[in-house]
Each structure stands twice: as C-alpha cells, then as structure tokens.
C-alpha cells in the first residue's frame, strides 16, 4: 500500500510544485502522536504539530509489518502530499 502512495507522490501532476516539495523538506523529521491505530495494509492517523497547531495527516507504518499503537510517538520519515505521511515509532 505504502508502494502505491509512493507511486502516485512521484507523479509530477500529484507533486504539486515547489510548495510541495518545501513543505516535504519541513515534515521529515517531525515528531507526533499515534491517533488512529496504524497496521499492515491498513491506514492510520497521526497528529502532527505545523504551523502553529497540531494536524491530522493518515498514516502508514515504514515497516510494512509493524502495528504502532494509539498513543505511540513517532517521527515522520516521509511525506507525501498533501495529507499522509510514511512513520517510525520512537
């Protein structure tokens, strides 16, 4: 599933400019917080703190068998826009 995210990022429509790849640069490395159960071949949520606020972004796990718990932190490792994100738990 991640593979296919991945896929669709690297679309040069799906990019979305300049914006897209700064906002990549400001989201790898982020630390947040497990909201909705991440799993294998299933979708999480993390909550993420930007701009001044904490954001939803969906989620996948960056070890495809991994399940991370709600209320686990993880670290952003990469981003594909405009909402979700690849994650490791700290």
Not at 20 to 33: E, S, W, Y
Not at 40 to 54: F, K, L
Not at 69 to 75: A, C, E, H, N
Request: charged letters at 25%.
């Amino acid at each position: 599933m991640v593979h296919d995210v991945a896929a669709r990022a690297k679309h040069p429509k799906a990019a979305g400019g300049d914006e897209d790849r700064l906002a990549a640069h400001q989201m790898i490395g982020r630390v947040g917080r497990v909201t909705g159960t991440i799993a294998p071949d299933r979708i999480g949520e993390v909550m993420i703190a930007i701009r001044g606020g904490s954001e939803a972004f969906h989620a996948y796990s960056a070890e495809r068998e991994d399940t991370i718990q709600t209320g686990r932190r993880v670290v952003v490792v990469e981003y594909f826009p405009p909402r979700t994100v690849v994650v490791s738990p700290l």
